[in-house]
């Protein structure tokens, strides 16, 4: 069936440095969505991107879109103790659009 | 505006036991869904509702049962539990199934069977 691999599974970085994380599908997908758990909390929803090769930033958080609609990044600039928990990508595969697919989320840890 | 709010928090069952998971939303989605999440495997979609009085099974629906009766509710009966159901239990809704503006998740159902 169809999957969305996401790597790296943990990174543990220092305060103030970078963190990207990066999804790929088997299929093409219609859209890609990125969502942060934090520790003991439910997902929330930060972001989709639908175009081909889009990119949107919200602070220090940026998000890419590949070309093919097949892959996905995110990255933060400048990690910060607040960027703590699981990031996770999902995504509808450009058949159907009831189900997202999930990848297993990298789970971030920054030390201060 | 309440968002989802599920129910219980927390709960213990005994092998064999059934129970139903509360979720509701306030919001007017048309699109609510059940959710797993057990350590490693990421989310895991057990039951999905495009509306009332429609639903369909996810990629993991057996020993579970779901209704829509209305567009604010969505429960999920647990009908015999078994110890591989004990689990972080996840109710999320959105406007619609292509999430467009995000799905809404509920703040989690963590079940131990016994």
């Known amino acids: 069936g169809q999957q969305v691999m996401q790597i790296p599974q943990y990174q543990h970085v220092q305060e103030g440095e970078d963190f990207t994380t990066y999804c790929n599908s088997s299929?093409?997908?219609?859209?890609i969505q990125w969502y942060k758990q934090r520790p003991g909390g439910h997902p929330v929803f930060l972001i989709q991107l639908v175009k081909s090769g889009e990119v949107k930033k919200q602070k220090r958080l940026t998000f890419q879109f590949g070309e093919a609609k097949k892959n996905s990044s995110l990255h933060i600039t400048a990690t910060q103790t607040t960027d703590v928990g699981t990031y996770f990508c999902?995504?509808?595969?450009?058949?159907?659009?009831?189900?997202?697919?999930w990848g297993l989320g990298t789970s971030l840890a920054v030390n201060p | 505006n309440a968002g989802v709010t599920q129910t219980p928090k927390f709960q213990v069952l005994k092998t064999g036991q059934s129970m139903t998971l509360q979720c509701a939303q306030d919001m007017n989605h048309e699109y609510m869904s059940w959710y797993r999440q057990d350590p490693g495997m990421g989310l895991r979609l057990i039951h999905y509702?495009?509306?009332?009085?429609?639903?369909d099974q996810g990629e993991v629906p057996n020993g579970y049962n779901v209704s829509r009766s209305t567009t604010e509710d969505f429960p999920l009966r647990l009908l015999s539990a078994a110890p591989s159901q004990t689990s972080v239990y996840f109710c999320?809704?959105?406007?619609?199934?292509?999430?467009?503006?995000?799905?809404?998740f509920g703040s989690g159902t963590r079940l131990t069977v016994v």
């Open positions: 999320a809704s959105s406007y619609s199934g292509t999430g467009r503006f995000g799905y809404t």
């Open positions: 299929t093409t997908l219609s859209n």
């Open positions: 509702s495009v509306g009332a009085g429609i639903t």
């Open positions: 999902a995504g509808h595969n450009a058949g159907n659009n009831r189900k997202l697919i």
